[in-house]
């Protein structure tokens, strides 16, 4: 205690920094000690991702219960869950251009808002059609909060730590799964019955009124938004107060107030097709897609797999699954903790490499493994998934752009990530109805090599890597960012 009022003390009688440019407001984030906040901030930030993880798995747990309580067809069941995904799709391309042009924090109470009240309402659907309506905001909530959040943790963190906090949204994603799937279980035990659906989603309001609290006590806009739309004393002010000491606009500090704004929505979009940035973006958009079609194909029919093996309860069923996403945590912890030193490149490699081997090996022997060894198996397969791609696909969306279209290029990479949910999710069942369950998950192969085909092909790594708006100073060489195993050269592709 009586080090942090010395700290304080210092930070007060400190002469002010002087800021001229948006160079410098970058340097200062990048190259500066944690703000005072700097962690919840970006637990915070990635909150979303446990709103949206805990959805998705609510649905998935509660789906046999929703399907009888509303008499639902096999094609109506699949359309409450596709329906929320191409919401998402809708919220991320309109929410990455909002975050862009309006500014991160805005958008981070407009999308939570949303959540809650059509989280709400989902949990009292008196009918199908309203369910439909109202999962439908759901998945636009979530689609916009995706692009902000990666903007924040990109923006708020130092350069040493922005890899390991993007990454940790896979973990995060894992831990709600499996918060999820244990609800489920207690309810189930509690004899919820076909309210069981109910409870679950509407649980999921608590935490996202939570962090709706948090998020008006301790976020603040992005300096480095502000800076880059020519609001230099905007910017100050934000540094002074997140980071506890003073920050003053030069006397000789550059005029940005006539900085040209971007006139459309498709603007920026075209830009991120063009020059440089094209072959990154047609990169991340192959992956992003390449990764949700194998995720959603097993992981949202995780239990249903399970089940096969063991042909046991509804309970056996859900703890298989908890114990698989908690290999899934597992990963998503490793590979937060190792981003910087191998590369989201070099990870993702690995986990498409994973979960290849898993999808032969059950498609060719699941039908006499032991059971519990599919189940490892399955494990195994979640924690590649989720130490690769299912990490890696947004994080390279948030730090492959500079911040005058990171929102955009995160939007882009959600959009593409819920495109591959909407084809699982419709071809999943299809494929297992035509071909079984053991040839269907071979014919997932699809998924991963087509991912490392497009690693093999566009050889971008962004850890280490300078972005157009930022000075390299901050940033060094590649290999000293990323590491001595990261050899891939500066704006390399």
Not at 108 to 120: E, K, P, R, S, Y
Not at 392 to 417: D, K, W
Request: a neutral charge; glycine letters at 10%.
């Amino acid at each position: 205690m009586a080090e942090e009022q010395q700290e304080q003390e210092k930070r007060v009688g400190s002469s002010p920094v002087l800021i001229r440019t948006k160079d410098d407001v970058v340097r200062v984030i990048n190259e500066s000690a944690d703000a005072p906040h700097s962690r919840i901030i970006g637990f915070i930030a990635l909150g979303g991702f446990f709103l949206d993880a805990y959805d998705f798995t609510s649905l998935s747990a509660g789906s046999v219960q929703m399907k009888a309580e509303f008499g639902l067809s096999a094609s109506q069941l699949g359309f409450v869950t596709a329906v929320m995904a191409f919401g998402a799709i809708i919220g991320a391309l309109c929410g990455g251009y909002f975050v862009d042009r309006f500014g991160r924090l805005r958008m981070f109470i407009v999308n939570l808002l949303l959540f809650v009240g059509a989280t709400l309402g989902a949990a009292l659907a008196p009918n199908y059609e309203s369910l439909i309506v109202l999962r439908l905001l759901i998945g636009i909530g979530v689609g916009l909060d995706v692009p902000v959040a990666m903007a924040f943790l990109v923006e708020f963190m130092a350069m040493k730590k922005k890899a390991k906090w993007v990454e940790s949204a896979a973990a995060l994603w894992s831990a709600a799964t499996i918060c999820g799937l244990l609800v489920a279980l207690v309810l189930n035990a509690l004899g919820a019955g076909t309210s069981l659906w109910r409870w679950e989603v509407g649980l999921g309001v608590v935490p996202a009124l939570v962090i709706l609290l948090l998020r008006f006590k301790y976020m603040a806009e992005s300096p480095m938004w502000a800076a880059t739309k020519g609001d230099l004393a905007e910017a100050v002010r934000i540094l002074s107060a997140t980071y506890g000491q003073p920050f003053e606009l030069a006397p000789d500090a550059a005029d940005l107030s006539h900085r040209d704004e971007q006139t459309g929505p498709f603007r920026p979009f075209v830009q991120l097709f063009t020059g440089e940035f094209r072959k990154r973006t047609i990169l991340i958009s192959v992956i992003s897609a390449a990764q949700s079609i194998q995720f959603s194909s097993v992981g949202f029919y995780l239990p249903l797999i399970v089940f096969s093996f063991f042909h046991s309860s509804f309970s056996v069923s859900l703890l298989a699954s908890v114990f698989a996403n908690a290999c899934g945590l597992c990963g998503g912890l490793l590979a937060a903790n190792v981003a910087n030193r191998l590369g989201l490149r070099k990870l993702s490699i690995i986990g498409f490499g994973g979960v290849a081997a898993v999808l032969v090996l059950l498609g060719l022997f699941g039908r006499v493994i032991p059971s519990l060894l599919g189940v490892v198996l399955l494990a195994f397969f979640i924690g590649a998934h989720t130490f690769g791609p299912g990490s890696t696909a947004q994080s390279m969306s948030a730090m492959s752009y500079p911040t005058r279209v990171r929102g955009v290029g995160a939007g882009l990479s959600q959009a593409s990530n819920r495109t591959g949910s909407l084809i699982a999710l419709y071809g999943v069942p299809v494929l297992l109805a035509s071909f079984g369950l053991y040839h269907a998950l071979l014919i997932l192969l699809i998924a991963p090599v087509i991912g490392l085909a497009a690693l093999a092909v566009i050889k971008w790594e962004p850890v280490g890597n300078v972005s157009d708006d930022e000075p390299e100073s901050v940033f060094g060489s590649p290999a000293q960012a990323a590491g001595p195993e990261a050899t891939i050269p500066t704006r390399s592709i």
